[in-house]
């Protein structure tokens, strides 16, 4: 599998998991990867992400909330919130990704789960984070 499938992958989980506990996250990612047959290598990249979001999520929606204008996170569409969870994680928390390919990756990722408007508002957001510099 590829790195863009193994990142809508976790952006599925991200997902599902925000509707029910990020306490048992060990426990969903395992039985999810074996589920759908994944190796240690994608395995590993799909872990880190969920843990890094889990970790981050707050700080995250706080930025979301800054730089979303009459917006109210709770107000927010639940596909673009895990699609700006995963890309602000991978932006400011994760050395391994450029902030430049998360962005996109985010807006991609968008377009095709949440549409043509989920993208431009997941871009907006992210432009103006990445604007701002690393806040965190």
């Not at 999520?57 to 569409?77: G, P």
Request: charged fraction near 30%; hydrophobic fraction near 40%; aromatic fraction near 10%.
């Amino acid at each position: 599998m590829s790195r863009r499938d193994d990142r809508i992958l976790a952006f599925q989980l991200a997902f599902g998991i925000d509707f029910h506990d990020w306490e048992n996250l060990d426990e969903t990612v395992e039985y999810i990867l074996e589920e759908f047959g994944r190796d240690d290598t994608e395995g590993e990249y799909i872990y880190a992400t969920l843990s890094g979001i889990s970790r981050t999520r707050h700080q995250a929606d706080d930025l979301i909330s800054r730089h979303s204008k009459d917006w109210d996170i709770e107000r927010l569409n639940r596909v673009d919130l895990a699609i700006l969870r995963l890309a602000i994680y991978e932006m400011i928390f994760s050395a391994e990704i450029p902030e430049s390919v998360a962005i996109n990756e985010a807006v991609d990722i968008s377009k095709e789960f949440s549409g043509d408007e989920g993208g431009r508002f997941i871009n907006g957001i992210l432009g103006n984070i990445s604007r701002e510099g690393r806040p965190i």
